[in-house]
């Protein structure tokens, strides 16, 4: 009955919602791009420390379906900073044994864009060390409805009996289907909400908000943030076995 033995091990599945590139930018009076350019290398670290430290799947918020509501100069700007992080960064990761996947609304976007993202996929495919998961033009009620009408045309077809739609059914309909749920979220940047991220998949999942902006984030914050998440007592609803 000691504390260890009820301690969580490493989280097979972090999400992070990486918040506040542009506050810290902004109080280092540079512009809110600048931000955004600390915060890929702030990722590439994110990236390595997680791989070491033998998390299964890694999601990034990277860009909602809510940012297309920004000046049209910085949403370039992110574009772009994507685009040259594909082209810059996925042989690397390839290499690494890296498995590369993306989610998020695929219609509408470039097909420039589109093709680069399928062309990493399939590149990553077979790759089994770390899944990095990139949330891009990502939102949880968009993904959610997109799984609905793709329940629903089934049903329609005959093909699902509304009585089998089980919440397993819904979730191998999302994005994430096959993937594991979060075990741990991580916010940086000081706010505390979801921000229209990973709102079913994160039933369960424990938070972790941290002061910290993004471009700050390194191996030590992430290793903090696990410390924390096994200081967690998950009880999924049940009852501590020691106090049952
Ligand atoms: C996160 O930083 C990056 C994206 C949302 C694309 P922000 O750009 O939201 O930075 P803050 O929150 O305004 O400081
Ligand atoms: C969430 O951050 C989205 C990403 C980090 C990509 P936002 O900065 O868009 O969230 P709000 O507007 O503060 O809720
Ligand atoms: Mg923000």
Redesign the pocket.
Known sequence: MTDLGSRNGVPRHVAI??????RWATRRGKPRSFGHRQGVEALRRTVRAAADMGIDVLTL????S??WS?PQSEVRFLLELLRRFIRTDVAELHKSNVRIMIIGGRDGLEPALRTMFEEAETLTRENTALKLVI?FN?GSRQEITRAVQIIARKVAEGKIDPADITPAVIGNHLDTGGLPDPDLLI?T?G?Q?L???LLWQCAYTEFVFLPEY?PEFDASLLSRAIEEFQSRDRRFGGVKAQTA
């Open positions: 919602i990486m918040d506040g590139n542009g918020y990277s860009f909602s809510e940012n920004r949330a990502y916010r940047g706010e909400r921000s229209n991220y993004w």
